[in-house]
């Protein structure tokens, strides 16, 4: 059976410009999370991660530039054979600045015309756009590994991201979801999230040495599900999230035992951090090492779930668990293992999960070989 590797990776936030400088801030518990009072944002003062770096002069929308520049990263050292290789984008928003800039009919407002642009410029004519909320990352990876399996294509180039806007702040302001503190998640003090702006891309692929590349994380399985509890609010039970997470054990042909770590979705908000405690017990993972990266990158939409996963796979190759920021006092009541410090340990297998609105769940599994 074809097997699916992860290849190449490449990360642009406020940590840095390439998966190294990222990693090396994470495994120092250094956050990109700052106060942020700008009034062209919003009228009130929030925390979160923002590209603070004056990006250069550009025909490009912010949006964009930050898409272009992971895309090269990631490329840099791989030629992928365009008609063997598939085009995803996940973001939640993409250039929905282009409303506040006075630019409503651009055609680059839409997905599908922004996820043509990037492809285009990167020379895969196949593209397509996975716009599910928060899991939209996780389910892009899922999605990229089912087409890589059906023989259709044999590479994937998948990215993340969304950027910070008043669009997407008043938004999430409007659920008074945002917290002006750094977000605490699983943590009896938590407040609610910290939104992030973040480009990550992972080249995926079945067939590692036609690329003249090595290759060591699989993405063995996924799964996705919904809970059609709300349209903004999780289940109260976790039980949809805990059967996508049984549905990507199967598919990986292995048992809650074989997880060595969590990277959960973990967004701080008291009933995020609830579910997932809930659906962790459902399914026998509550000691398992857990921790939520929304403490470094804060929550980056559609662009989270690639950027975890390539975290995830730097602490695979490492054998490091990486502590969740903010974690004092354990705030659900249900018991979950958060990890408080870095930590050297072997390490094979992690587990990936997001949740969002409209109540979907998503999980994957990696492992190291």
């Known amino acids: 059976m074809k097997r699916v590797w992860m290849v190449a990776d490449s990360i642009v936030s406020p940590l840095g410009w390439t998966t190294e400088e990222n990693y090396a801030k994470v495994r120092k518990s250094i956050s990109g999370i700052r106060r942020v009072e700008d009034a062209t944002l919003s009228q009130q ?4 991660a923002l590209m603070t770096e004056k990006l250069p002069a550009s025909p490009l929308s912010r949006f964009e530039y930050l898409c272009d520049r992971a895309l090269q990263q990631a490329l840099q050292n791989i030629t992928l054979p365009k008609d063997r290789t598939v085009f995803i984008l996940s973001t939640t928003k993409g250039n929905i600045s282009f409303l506040e800039d006075g630019k409503p009919n651009h055609p ?17 004519p196949n593209p397509l756009v996975i716009s599910n909320a928060c899991i939209s990352g996780v389910m892009a990876a899922i999605v990229a590994r089912r087409l890589l399996l059906s023989g259709q294509y044999d590479h994937a180039v998948v990215l993340g991201a969304d950027v910070l806007n008043r669009f997407v702040i008043s938004g999430f302001q409007s659920l008074q979801a945002l917290t ?17 702006e973040c480009a990550a891309v992972m ?5 590692p040495e036609a690329l003249g590349v090595s290759a060591s994380v699989e993405i063995l399985g996924g799964g996705l599900s919904n809970d059609a509890n709300h349209i903004s609010g999780p289940s109260r039970t976790g039980e949809e999230l805990g059967f ?11 048992t809650e035992h074989d997880i060595d770590f969590i990277c959960a979705h973990g967004t701080a908000t008291l009933y995020n951090d609830e579910m997932e405690a ?3 017990n459902h399914v026998g993972m509550e000691n398992i090492p857990l921790h939520s990266l929304k403490g470094y990158f804060g929550h980056t939409l559609g662009a989270a779930g690639v ?19 903010g974690f004092e006092t354990l705030g659900t009541s249900q018991p979950v293992n958060v990890i408080r410090t870095l930590e050297q340990r072997t390490l094979k ?20 070989q």
Request: charged share 20%; with cysteine; hydrophobic share 45%.
């Open 45 to 48: 003062a929030f925390s979160g």
């Open 108 to 124: 680059r407002i839409h997905l599908h015309a922004v996820a043509k642009m990037l492809a285009d410029r990167i020379g895969i």
């Open 180 to 196: 002006a503190e750094p977000c605490r998640p699983f943590d009896a003090g938590r407040k609610g999230i910290n939104l992030g």
């Open 203 to 207: 080249i995926l692929s079945t067939a």
């Open 244 to 254: 996508a997470i049984r549905q990507a054990l199967q598919e990986s042909g292995l």
């Open 278 to 280: 809930k659906a962790f």
């Open 307 to 325: 950027v975890e996963m390539i975290i995830s796979a730097e602490s695979l190759k490492r054998d490091e668990l990486v502590p969740s920021l």
């Open 349 to 368: 297998t992690c587990l990936k999960t997001a949740s969002g609105f409209g109540g979907c769940n998503a999980a994957i599994i990696l492992q190291e």
